[in-house]
């Protein structure tokens, strides 16, 4: 058994859900598992005695313009890597945790290996300021081995960095306990939503990436010819835009706005259809719990969604920006309903061939021994 260390944005994001998710995964294979993160991460609720918890704090000292979060992390994780002898330093994202952790590997006594995931922000990051791209790089070259989320962003990364490191591509999976459909007879009908209309439900973090205002603009044609309801879950940056939108657009009573959910499950049952319509996803990790709870998706052919939805198969793949494609395909499924029960069916079976937990855990345990027994 191991004793691995784990990085990442304790908070909402699909990024800390798999980090932690496999933190709970690993501790029930008995390894002993430190969380090494700026808060308790969201999603570890319930008490594990092999999973330990090491908070950052930062100091506020009056000589720093800005509190120096990496520099306290770097320092934690040297504290922790020597205190703890752990075997495997696993964190989540090159920027800036990687670089924090090969800083840590410099600075303990004790021997460590990195294993790195990348989860796409590196990249967005590096669009946005390209002076980063030369920290990222030796973020992701000087760690013992490195993982991403789909082939896409693999490609990506690789011809963006220029760099010939082996990545290896882990999917991201869903917590098999949590992500089934759940039966609540009366969600909908509390909702105010009545039986014969459909459900399409949308959950970001309402960046400006994820395109809300074309869910927007595609429920409005598929309501018109569908009778339903718009179900958007998360907040963000975009949040009072879309909600401007939608008055605008005189949708005011067929959109809800949900805010932030914690059993978003329990709210995929109710739902007919999923829509993520991003610019840039390296994977989708929504796309994956949808179709886990049995509700086909639509997402845009970008980054990694078409790895994780079969197109004309448990769900539909269209172009980026095509509204008209977007509302005829929802159309098409809301109204065919054995059509919608096969895509239903076939992305249940989808998720647990391909991206079930055991299956993930496993090829993670595999990475880490190999790592380690490259010396
Ligand atoms: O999408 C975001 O804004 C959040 C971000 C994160 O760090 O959680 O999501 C990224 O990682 C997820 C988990 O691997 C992926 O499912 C998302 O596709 C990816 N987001 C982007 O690439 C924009």
Redesign the pocket.
């Known amino acids: 058994m191991k004793k691995i260390g784990i990085t990442c944005?304790p908070t909402v994001?699909?990024?800390?859900?798999?980090a932690t998710e496999l933190g709970k995964l690993l501790a029930k294979q008995g390894h002993e598992i430190h969380f090494i993160t700026s808060s308790l991460p969201f999603r570890l609720n319930s008490v594990y005695s092999n999973i330990y918890f090491h908070e950052v704090e930062i100091n506020h000292y009056p000589v720093f313009q800005y509190p120096p979060y990496d520099l306290a992390l770097a320092s934690k994780m040297a504290e922790v890597i020597d205190t703890q002898k752990l075997d495997i330093l696993h964190v989540?994202?090159a920027m800036p945790h990687a670089i924090c952790a090969i800083l840590a590997r410099d600075i303990a006594k004790h021997d460590v290996k990195i294993v790195t995931?990348l989860?796409?922000?590196d990249?967005?990051v590096l669009g946005i300021d390209k002076s980063l791209k030369k920290m990222i790089k030796h973020g992701i070259e000087n760690s013992d081995a490195v993982t991403a989320?789909s082939n896409s962003?693999v490609k990506q990364t690789k011809e963006m960095l220029e760099i010939e490191k082996d990545i290896e591509v882990v999917y991201?999976f869903v917590d098999e306990n949590e992500y089934h459909f759940q039966e609540n007879p009366v969600l909908k009908s509390q909702y105010r939503i009545a039986n014969h209309e459909k459900v399409i439900v949308h959950i970001?973090?309402f960046?400006k990436?994820?395109r809300v205002e074309d869910v927007i603009y595609a429920f409005k044609k598929i309501t018109n010819r569908v009778p339903s309801k718009l179900l958007l879950i998360g907040d963000g940056p975009e949040y009072s835009e879309i909600y401007q939108l939608v008055q605008d657009l005189n949708l005011h009573n067929n959109v809800l706005f949900l805010g932030k959910q914690k059993n978003v499950a329990e709210i995929l049952s109710i739902a007919d259809l999923k829509l993520l319509l991003?610019e840039?996803?390296?994977?989708?990790?929504?796309i994956l719990e949808a179709m886990a709870c049995g509700v086909p998706c639509i997402g845009s052919n970008v980054?990694?969604i078409p790895e994780v939805i079969t197109n004309n198969y448990n769900g539909f793949i269209t172009e980026l920006g095509d509204i008209d494609m977007v509302a005829n395909k929802a159309i098409q499924l809301l109204t065919d309903d054995k059509l919608w029960q096969q895509f239903s069916e076939h992305g249940i079976e989808h998720v647990k061939r391909n991206f079930n937990s055991k299956k993930i855990l496993h090829q993670y345990e595999q990475l880490y021994d190999k790592t380690l027994n490259d010396g």
């Open positions: 944005y994001g699909g990024s800390g859900v798999i989540h994202y995931t989860h796409g922000t990249i967005t989320v962003l991201n970001s973090n960046r990436v994820k991003s840039k996803e390296s994977f989708g990790l929504v980054g990694g």
